[in-house]
């Protein structure tokens, strides 16, 4: 079992940035990627960003690609999102996740195995 714990949300006014963290306890391989996704209201939870323990391999969507930075620190086993020129439609819940199964190029939230509780980020205009 893996455990993950979001921390780092908030609410931010448009154009300004946050950190989220995810730090994971229990059998967190070193194989495992770690993911983040969100969750609008009334939208389907869709993929952020995905990065390999190491770091050495990352994955960002297009649609944060530019703005939005994940990384991994081995050692504290966390992961973490750093987000700027926040737009209010980055407003949703965001989730971090774990897969053991598929590569870092799965983005669907069935190839996650474990889920955090989430954090809500919320960007006012």
């Known amino acids: 079992q893996v455990q993950l714990i979001e921390s780092g949300g908030g609410l931010v006014q448009a154009g300004g940035s946050l950190r989220l963290s995810c730090a994971a306890s229990?059998?967190?391989?070193?194989?495992?990627?770690m993911g983040w996704f969100r969750q609008a209201p009334g939208k389907e939870r869709e993929f952020v960003a995905a990065i390999t323990w190491s770091g050495g391999s990352r994955y960002l969507a297009d649609s944060v690609k530019g703005r939005f930075t994940i990384s991994s620190d081995n050692a504290q086993k966390t992961v973490y999102l750093q987000m700027i020129s926040l737009k209010p439609e980055d407003t949703a819940v965001y989730y971090c996740?774990?897969?053991?199964?598929?590569?870092?190029?799965?983005?669907?939230?069935?190839?996650?195995?474990?889920w955090g509780q989430g954090t809500q980020v919320t960007v006012s205009s």
């Open positions: 229990g059998r967190t391989a070193s194989s495992y990627i």
């Open positions: 996740a774990a897969n053991g199964r598929r590569g870092i190029w799965a983005t669907r939230p069935n190839d996650y195995d474990y």
